[in-house]
């Protein structure tokens, strides 16, 4: 299995800030990379795959970078409804995710 | 647009199988979004994916528990299940299933259900 390695695990920020969230896979998965949202009792969200492509309907705040093992995910400007868990997710080979980062 | 649903029982005890089943509305199960996945986010784990189902019925699931899985269709009812067999207290988890987010890859989610929480306990 490739495995995914996310930092940090945790964060605290101010609304309006910039958050940025690292993950990095153990062999190279090019730029075959996702991220989601999760939140207590609701539906998880794709907000970004293929490392860099805004998912539609997603706010133009959240961004994606990398390519090989290495990737970040940014929110720009942190807002209240940003709370909650963002994993990364590659799907080169059998699907795994990150350990997850609680945006608090 | 399509959501996801899904249903089954919150305890299941050791050795038993765990059986959930994922209701589409919004749009057919055959339709060009060819991937039904199940995941499932253990406690204190991070999320893992179990398998999915191509409409045609065809399977793919993750080798850490092939052997248990078994998922299925029924386009009838507009719904595919989850079945896990010889359960223990490691498969205590929220189960969420999921649709491929197009049919060129399988394995992006969009969209996702809610999630339902199964424990495993006598």
């Known amino acids: 299995d490739i495995q995914m390695t996310q930092s940090p695990s945790s964060l605290s920020a101010f609304v309006g800030d910039r958050v940025i969230i690292t993950c990095q896979a153990s062999?190279?998965?090019?730029?075959?990379l996702s991220w989601y949202q999760e939140k207590p009792g609701k539906a998880p969200k794709l907000l970004i795959y293929?490392?860099?492509t805004l998912h539609s309907g997603v706010p133009s705040r959240f961004s994606g970078r990398g390519s090989g093992t290495e990737f970040t995910f940014t929110i720009s400007s942190l807002q209240p409804d940003d709370v909650g868990t963002y994993y990364c997710?590659?799907?080169?080979?059998?699907?795994?995710f990150g350990g997850g980062t609680k945006v608090q | 647009q399509v959501q996801l649903q899904e249903s089954g029982p919150g305890v299941v005890k050791p050795s038993q199988t765990l059986s959930l089943t994922c209701t589409v509305s919004?749009?057919?199960?055959?339709?060009?979004?060819?991937?039904w996945s199940w995941i499932r986010h253990r406690p204190g784990e991070g999320l893992e994916w179990i398998g999915y189902i191509y409409y045609s019925g065809a399977t793919h699931y993750n080798p850490t528990l092939r052997g248990r899985v078994l998922i299925s269709l029924d386009t009838s009812k507009n719904q595919f299940s989850l079945n896990l067999g010889s359960v223990s207290a490691a498969d205590t988890a929220i189960y969420y299933c999921a649709r491929s987010k197009d049919a060129l890859n399988p394995t992006i989610f969009d969209p996702w259900g809610q999630g339902t929480m199964v424990s495993v306990s006598s």
């Open positions: 919004g749009g057919s199960i055959n339709s060009g979004y060819p991937y």
């Open positions: 293929d490392s860099s």
């Open positions: 062999q190279d998965i090019t730029n075959s």
């Open positions: 997710q590659q799907y080169e080979n059998v699907p795994t």
